[in-house]
């Protein structure tokens, strides 16, 4: 996979990436999407939702402050996607964790047909069945087999499946991506995740044909600038400055070079 090719899809095409999604981390989604090269807005009110998702190429969805309003906002803006036929990311954060979490997920996802759900081990354990528990949003104790409960979802509900961790799965159409860039620092800095759902939201958007190689890219591309710009920084806090800049400075060369992804069924 030309994982470049991607990259500069996304910075050709510029997407706009319409976000509802958590309030903690919402200005690093919106800055990680400039970074990248493409558009990010984030409406949350019901009364715009159809109208900016109609706007847009792809609609990322975070539960990560979740309140029933807001999945109602979701709901309007998903069903908007999929009239418009553009890519919904949907990062389950937090399942696991509480029912109305799970109920919620479960909504949104029977509302809507939802192209790629993204979440920790332990989140997509849950969304799959598996009697798991998410530590608030950190991934709690997964006993079975990662790839196949991405397999098996992917498959269950005809979408790409991503579990983020030391090393990521991508699963979807068949096929199965696993990406080993990145660097133990992203764990010290809140919003890694959320930011990674904002990259395969605009990776997807650039790319609707082929969305869990772009999921694959997105996530390799945002990973490699992690390597880099850990070496540039002293901690969490200049890590994150330095990681936009990484992200904005990138270049084939550094991907090709850097570039960890594996795929196979």
Known sequence: MNIYSFLQAVREQRPLVHHITNWV??????QVVKSFGASPVMAH??????????????????????????????????????????????????????????????????????????????????????AVETKGVDAGQVVADLR????????????????????DIVAGQGKVFVVRNGHPMMANLVGTGCMATSVIGTFAGATPGQIPEAAAAGLACYEI??????????GPSSFKQQLFDCIYRLDEKQIRAMQQVSAGA
């Open 225 to 234: 600038a992690a390597e880099q710009a850990v070496k540039k920084s002293d």
């Open 45 to 130: 009110a019901p009364e715009e939702a159809d109208a900016m998702t109609s706007l847009g190429s792809a609609l990322v969805l975070n539960i990560g402050t979740l309140t029933t309003e807001l999945v109602g906002s979701m709901k309007l803006s998903a069903t908007a996607a999929n009239r418009k036929g553009i890519p919904i990311v949907l990062d389950v954060c937090g399942a696991g964790a509480t029912a109305f979490r799970d109920r919620k997920c479960a909504e949104i996802l029977d509302a809507a047909k939802i192209d790629v759900i993204k979440g920790n081990s332990s989140e997509i354990a849950r969304i799959a069945g598996q």
């Open 148 to 167: 196949e409960i991405a397999v098996s979802l992917s498959e269950m509900r005809a979408c790409t499946v991503v579990i983020t961790g030391a090393e």
């Open 25 to 30: 981390t919402i200005f690093d989604c919106a």
